[in-house]
């Protein structure tokens, strides 16, 4: 079975048919779709949408850093008082992380913000899904600090979601031993670098699958909205890519997953 560990599906971009898209979904055998929070808006319908279909979505909570704005400072201690409760449903902390590619005037505040949120994850024992653009250096160095801070019960899981970096980049972040590579559209473009990346330096232990639905779509669906069910193109292409079948790439995938995020197992 496959699991798409990214995807945005309670978006307003599904609103009117996504019952048709989970069908689909489970015809091309996707058997559990990870939802990232990205604000205090997205909680609760993500948080619906999985109340609709239990055990087939799995909700995370978190603040993406393009959502920061002026009142971060409010909105991150009630999320975390949603992550105290006992009995909370989110399975990792997610997506947070640094983008500094259209933007970099909340430089020291999205570092700050992002620290704070790998926090959770090593108070509330969760995952990470990392969000990274043009902050390389920064992310490491921040995982750095908050790992080596860390007690040494278990350690750090989580996903590099949409990775695409390079060969260099792949080799540090192999380093994280706890966090897989998210792969979704990207590998299939025309001229990517990313399956020579992956063939060189990552093996399939450290994959798992992501859509970023509505992003993303891989080639032949380009330009069109993303869904999760668009995964087998993203299966086929890592076949090749690894020299193995479309099988085993998402037995695999999925079982990657299910190490990373304990509580959907």
Request: proline fraction near 6%; glycine fraction near 6%.
């Amino acid at each position: 079975m496959i699991t798409d560990t990214h995807s945005h599906l309670y978006g307003e971009e599904f609103a009117a048919d996504i019952d048709d898209v989970v069908q689909r979904a489970r015809a091309a055998g996707v058997s559990r779709i990870f939802l990232p929070g990205i604000n205090a808006d997205s909680i609760e319908p993500m948080l619906s949408l999985c109340r609709r279909y239990p055990g087939f979505f799995f909700p995370m909570i978190g603040l993406h850093p393009e959502e920061l704005g002026t009142t971060w400072r409010e909105v991150l201690p009630r999320m975390e008082a949603l992550l105290a409760q006992p009995d909370h449903p989110f399975i990792a902390v997610g997506e947070v992380g640094l983008d500094y590619y259209w933007d970099r005037s909340l430089y020291e505040e999205q570092q700050e913000a992002f620290a704070l949120q790998v926090g959770w994850a090593i108070r509330y024992d969760l995952p990470l899904m990392l969000h990274v653009r043009k902050a390389h250096r920064e992310m490491v160095n921040i995982l750095r600090t908050c790992i080596n801070g860390k007690s040494s019960d278990g350690q750090l899981q989580g996903v590099f979601h949409c990775f695409s970096g390079s060969a260099e980049e792949a080799r540090e972040l192999m380093h994280f031993e706890g966090f897989m590579f998210g792969i979704g559209g990207i590998v299939t473009f025309k001229n990517a670098h990313l399956p020579q990346v992956l063939r060189e330096n990552i093996p399939l232990e450290r994959i798992v699958l992501e859509t970023d639905a509505p992003y993303m779509a891989p080639v032949p669906y380009r330009g069109k909205r993303n869904e999760s069910a668009y995964l087998t193109a993203v299966i086929d292409k890592l076949a090749e890519v690894y020299d193995t079948t479309p099988a085993k790439i998402a037995d695999q995938t999925t079982i990657n997953a299910l190490k990373t995020f304990p509580k959907c197992r």
